[in-house]
């Protein structure tokens, strides 16, 4: 079954810094990488998805890469904001199927 | 913004007692799905369902876990015989059916938070 390895499992940033959370996993039949936020007590939230037929997708501060070759992707969140802190969560998934999650990166941005 | 509702917020058992987690996916998917976290956990997949059948289910969820769409709109997931180890949020999540191959995007609910005692 698939397996997904995230790091770094904490992050403290300075507010205004880039954050990247770096993620890999094993199935290359896994099409689908979404990106969830979860604040403590609470869902996790899609901030952000991938499909393996793109490289690079953007939504004003966040942006996702994936090289399939690799069989990485990663998150990036530039100008860190108090409230992007939260537990950072990277799946993967393929066809209609579970969604496999990463251990998550607890992301501190300190004011 | 139509979201995935679950009810209840929280729930406090027993040991052995049964437990039934509900949960209204958003009305026009039709891939259906129950994961769990342990506190400070990543989330685990427990189990999919689609054309009123489990498409695929983890090792987790064995013969004490069923789920059922008993109706038009609700999809439930029952526990027959509740452990201390089960204790965890539940989270019910919905997917529509995207037009191609690649995977649709599931929408989670709130989550169930299941405490047994």
């Known amino acids: 079954g698939e397996n997904v390895e995230q790091h770094p499992s904490t992050l403290s940033v300075q507010e205004g810094d880039s954050a990247v959370i770096k993620c890999t996993y094993s199935?290359?039949?896994?099409?689908?990488f979404p990106w969830y936020k979860q604040e403590l007590g609470k869902r996790p939230q899609l901030i952000i998805d991938?499909?393996?037929?793109?490289g690079e997708k953007k939504d004003q501060r966040i942006a996702v890469t994936l090289n399939k070759t690799a069989k990485h992707f990663s998150l990036h969140i530039t100008e860190t904001q108090p409230e992007d802190s939260a537990v950072y969560f990277c799946?993967?998934?393929?066809?209609?199927?579970?969604?496999?999650f990463g251990t998550g990166t607890k992301l501190q941005v300190i004011p | 913004e139509p979201e995935v509702t679950q009810t209840p917020s929280h729930q406090v058992t027993q040991m052995g007692q049964e437990v039934i987690l509900r949960c209204v996916p958003i009305?026009?998917?039709?891939?259906f799905y129950w994961y769990r976290q342990i506190l400070g956990q990543k989330v685990e997949f427990l189990v999919s369902?689609?054309?009123?059948?489990?498409?695929?289910k983890s090792e987790i969820f064995d013969d004490q876990f069923s789920v059922e769409r008993p109706d038009g709109s609700n999809f439930t997931l029952k526990i027959r015989s509740t452990k201390l180890e089960d204790s965890a949020m539940y989270f019910c999540?919905?997917?529509?059916?995207?037009?191609?191959?690649?995977?649709?995007?599931?929408?989670f609910g709130p989550g169930t938070r299941l405490l047994v005692l």
């Open positions: 009305s026009n998917h039709l891939y």
């Open positions: 799946a993967a998934a393929g066809g209609y199927q579970k969604v496999t």
């Open positions: 199935d290359s039949a896994s099409n689908y």
């Open positions: 369902f689609y054309n009123n059948e489990i498409s695929e």
């Open positions: 999540a919905s997917g529509e059916k995207a037009p191609d191959w690649i995977q649709e995007t599931q929408y």
């Open positions: 991938i499909r393996s037929n793109v």
